[in-house]
């Protein structure tokens, strides 16, 4: 080999390691990161993105644009994500109806092979609420109703297939009882038409439902969270209601596309982790009605997986499909 081969050789190790070099010495990221979030503005999680994106812009150096793409059911903006470069500059705000979805209508994307965790951020419960009309003080009460009048009773979700439209349906498979789901084009017009009358309940986020409760244009029945709210001491859990066992959560966290640099998931993690256990971001969950999530990636993928499981249980039980 002569000395010029040689040289192009070494030349081309060098043009290959020069990535992982920058990645080592701290040189991600060099230009924007765009932070795709599949669901409209103005949403439960929105509040979240944009605190989030503020302050992870701030500690990387380089702007978060928070990208809201919604449509398809999330699909359109995970789509996106999941065929963007695995660099680290495209990430995914998303939700647990992330794992739901691939089981309700053809997609391109696996949502775990697909994907690799970033950071869990945090949680949120859902609430059992009620139209002030309807003769029922408890979750007991609430099912005496479905009981004597099978289908009569009406619930709202943000769409089917999302979790709050799967707590109903895990509610009537352990309760044995029917109620007619109503599927709307998102949380806020599910509980309009749910203070307005139309339908009878609605398992409802947080920073939704909570101000009509505190107004009393809503009641509150149970919590689909194991233990019982702050924001809500005095409303028991599903399970202390009588459905032993039952728990429905919706976790919030960042993904990013499967193959996506080791050191460049750890920056984004320990970052992210560092921006979450701040007061400011508390304030914003607790605005919200939700909790700190706080898992390592390895961990959370463990329970992607559990999740889809469990969904994926209730989904076919329940013979859900999308309208």
Excluded: C
């Amino acid at each position: 080999m002569d000395r010029f081969t040689r040289r192009a050789l070494l030349l081309a190790g060098s043009a290959l390691a020069a990535p992982a070099l920058a990645l080592a010495q701290g040189g991600f990221p060099t230009k924007p990161v765009r932070m795709v979030v599949p669901f409209p503005p103005g949403g439960s999680v929105d509040p979240l993105a944009r605190v989030l994106s503020h302050r992870l812009g701030d500690a990387l150096g380089q702007q978060v644009i928070v990208d809201n793409k919604p449509g398809g059911n999330t699909v359109i903006g995970t789509e996106a994500v999941a065929k963007a470069p695995a660099d680290g500059y495209t990430l995914l705000l998303t939700a647990s109806s992330h794992l739901t979805n691939p089981q309700l209508l053809p997609t391109s994307y696996d949502p775990i092979k697909d994907f690799v965790p970033v950071a869990t951020l945090s949680t949120s419960d859902m609430i059992l609420v009620t139209h002030p009309s309807v003769p029922a003080d408890n979750l007991q009460d609430l099912l005496a109703l479905a009981r004597a009048k099978p289908g009569a009773l009406n619930f709202s979700s943000a769409g089917s297939g999302n979790p709050n439209h799967l707590a109903g349906e895990l509610m009537n498979l352990m309760a044995k009882v029917k109620t007619t789901h109503v599927p709307y084009k998102g949380g806020a017009p599910a509980i309009t038409d749910l203070v307005g009358g139309q339908v009878q309940f609605s398992f409802g986020s947080p920073i939704i439902v909570l101000p009509f409760i505190k107004s009393g244009k809503l009641k509150a029945l149970a919590v689909t969270s194991p233990s019982r709210m702050d924001v809500l001491p005095q409303v028991p859990t599903m399970s202390e209601s009588g459905l032993k066992g039952y728990e429905v959560r919706v976790w919030y966290a960042l993904l990013a596309p499967a193959g996506t640099p080791k050191a460049v998931v750890a920056r984004l993690n320990a970052e992210t982790g560092k921006i979450m256990a701040t007061a400011e971001i508390k304030e914003t969950l607790d605005a919200g009605g939700m909790e700190r999530y706080a898992v390592a990636p390895d961990q959370f993928e463990a329970t992607m997986k559990q999740d889809m499981e469990k969904f994926g249980r209730i989904i076919k039980a329940a013979n859900v499909k999308l309208d």
